[in-house]
């Protein structure tokens, strides 16, 4: 079974800083696609950045980064030039492209501060 | 419509009462999911529909939980004589059945059971 672990519970950043969320999964298959959520107050999951674990290239969305190492099972996000808008509650997961389910990780709330 | 529409919005229920909470997920796609997010929690997988298959109930946590999805488009999530460990939010996901192109996410029902 796929799990993914999110070994920060809390962060906390100053506005205009860099701050990274760690992410780590376990799984056996080989194709595959890594996900970071992000959750405000609103409730609403909004897509931050997606990878393929066939790419090797790292995902870039404008401010938001990730570093994917697929053999060691890793799949941090960098969040540059942190605005107070970043502050919300971010999940890692892992899902196929047919797949049934995503799998989460218990998440990481970011405070950035002013 | 644009989004994954949930209703309702927060649902407060006395204990032992049933509740029926729903998904209306964007149009043209055809996998649809049910998670639970329990207070300060991750993501829990309850339920997978798929076009005309067998839904994938292998997440549901009891069998006062059910869910039907009907036409292939709104679903109905049905937790029966509600106990105080459900309360929680219900989030409803859909996307296309395949490719990387993510789940888009309903803002979710906060159930609160007194």
């Known amino acids: 079974a796929q799990t993914v672990t999110q070994s920060q519970p809390e962060m906390s950043v100053q506005e205009a800083e860099t701050v990274t969320l760690s992410c780590t999964y376990d799984?056996?298959?080989?194709?595959?696609?890594l996900f970071w959520y992000k959750q405000p107050p609103s409730r609403q999951m909004i897509l931050v950045i997606r990878?393929?674990?066939?790419?090797?290239q790292n995902a870039t969305e404008n401010r938001f980064s990730v570093n994917f190492q697929k053999a060691a099972k890793s799949f941090s996000l960098k969040i540059s030039d942190s605005q107070l808008g970043d502050t919300a509650m971010y999940f890692c997961?892992?899902?196929?492209?047919?797949?049934?389910?995503?799998?989460f990780g218990a998440g990481t709330i970011l405070r950035v501060k002013s | 419509g644009a989004g994954v529409s949930q209703s309702p919005s927060n649902k407060v229920t006395e204990k032992g009462k049933d509740v029926e909470l729903r998904c209306d997920p964007i149009s043209g796609h055809t996998a649809l999911y049910w998670y639970r997010q329990s207070l300060g929690q991750g993501l829990e997988f309850l339920i997978y529909f798929q076009g005309n298959s067998a839904p994938d109930k292998s997440g549901l946590p009891s069998d006062r939980f059910s869910a039907e999805r009907t036409g292939g488009s709104v679903s109905t999530l049905t937790i029966q004589r509600t106990q105080q460990e459900d309360s929680a939010v219900y989030l409803c996901?859909?996307?296309?059945?395949?490719?990387?192109?993510?789940?888009?996410f309903g803002s979710g029902t906060r159930l609160t059971v007194v």
């Open positions: 990878q393929e674990a066939y790419k090797q």
């Open positions: 996901a859909s996307r296309v059945y395949a490719g990387n192109y993510g789940y888009t």
């Open positions: 799984t056996s298959e080989n194709n595959y696609y």
């Open positions: 997961a892992w899902g196929m492209e047919y797949g049934n389910k995503l799998v």
